[in-house]
């Protein structure tokens, strides 16, 4: 299979500058082949078929609705020396390297599998901006130049199989921020100082399977990764320290919560009545991401 791509972008319609993407059939989505639903793409193969066909949206497994993208094997390939099977978006309007966030949910089945990844890549250049891989042992790793050279870099991030994990990236006139669950595992530069117009959810056609759901673009600006001071005041929690029950209070319609431990591990929990159960955490200290109409919001709470 070619790593060249040639890809002829069709063309786009004027979105506002926030997406959000979930696979739903209300979005014009359908269960099926990837390619050729909305602005997204299969990897081109250089031959005929023209795209790879198993790439699919699925009702298997989820984190906002119903569907999500289901990225897998294909049998005619062996497997590639870097990951470029699966999904490709077409971003309707090109994303400025320098004040930029995208984020989305992963899950992928096994460890000792495939090489999954997300890369943010200009695609007439075939040039990345962003890259990370989700390597077979574990590893969370970026794609980083170190003393000139450019190459993967090891993150404080680690994933688990078969769980949902939240990536997101996040560009800034200075620098490239990696969150993991929320948590912060690398800061580094652009591999390349080109704008980004497609967004890449990959494998390198090893075994296993990835899930993709909730992609988020441009919805969560460096101001509310900061949590800047007028971003907290948006969302209280009490009491904190707690023992039992955790209030969340905000102004704006809360539509979910996630809560990690503070290497990155998701721990279930819901929000019932305005408050989120807390019995059966072990004492210390957490981060709970609170998902709003306006934007998402993180905070520290302690756990007696």
Do not use: C
């Amino acid at each position: 299979m070619k790593t060249y791509y040639s890809i002829a972008l069709s063309l786009f319609v004027i979105f506002s500058s926030a997406q959000t993407i979930s696979f739903e059939n209300n979005e014009g989505f359908i269960s099926g082949n990837i390619h050729g639903q909305g602005l997204w793409i299969s990897t081109p193969t250089g031959g005929i078929p023209e795209n790879i066909t198993h790439q699919t949206i699925s009702v298997d497994n989820a984190t906002h609705g119903n569907n999500s993208l289901k990225i897998v094997r294909e049998a005619t390939f062996g497997v590639q020396p870097e990951p470029i099977i699966g999904g490709f978006y077409n971003v309707p309007t090109p994303l400025d390297f320098t004040n930029f966030s995208v984020s989305f949910d992963i899950n992928m089945s096994q460890i000792n599998g495939a090489t999954f990844g997300f890369q943010g890549v200009n695609s007439l250049e075939e040039k990345y901006v962003v890259r990370v891989d989700f390597d077979k042992a574990g590893k969370i790793e970026v794609l980083n130049s170190v003393s000139g050279i450019l190459g993967l870099i090891d993150t404080s991030g680690v994933w688990s199989p078969n769980t949902w994990h939240r990536i997101k990236v996040v560009g800034t006139a200075t620098d490239i921020r990696y969150y993991l669950n929320d948590v912060l595992v690398y800061t580094g530069a652009a591999t390349s100082t080109f704008n980004i117009d497609q967004l890449r959810f990959v494998h390198n056609n090893g075994l296993g399977t990835a899930y993709i759901d909730n992609i988020m673009v441009n919805s969560e600006t460096v101001m509310s990764v900061k949590e800047t001071g007028v971003n907290k005041k948006k969302v209280i929690l009490y009491p904190n320290p707690v023992v039992d029950f955790i209030h969340v209070n905000s102004s704006n319609k809360i539509k979910n919560v996630r809560a990690y431990d503070l290497v990155g591990k998701k721990i279930d929990v819901t929000l019932k009545d305005g408050k989120v159960d807390v019995r059966n955490l072990a004492a210390g200290e957490y981060l709970l991401n609170i998902e709003t109409e306006i934007g998402d919001f993180t905070e520290k709470f302690i756990k007696k």
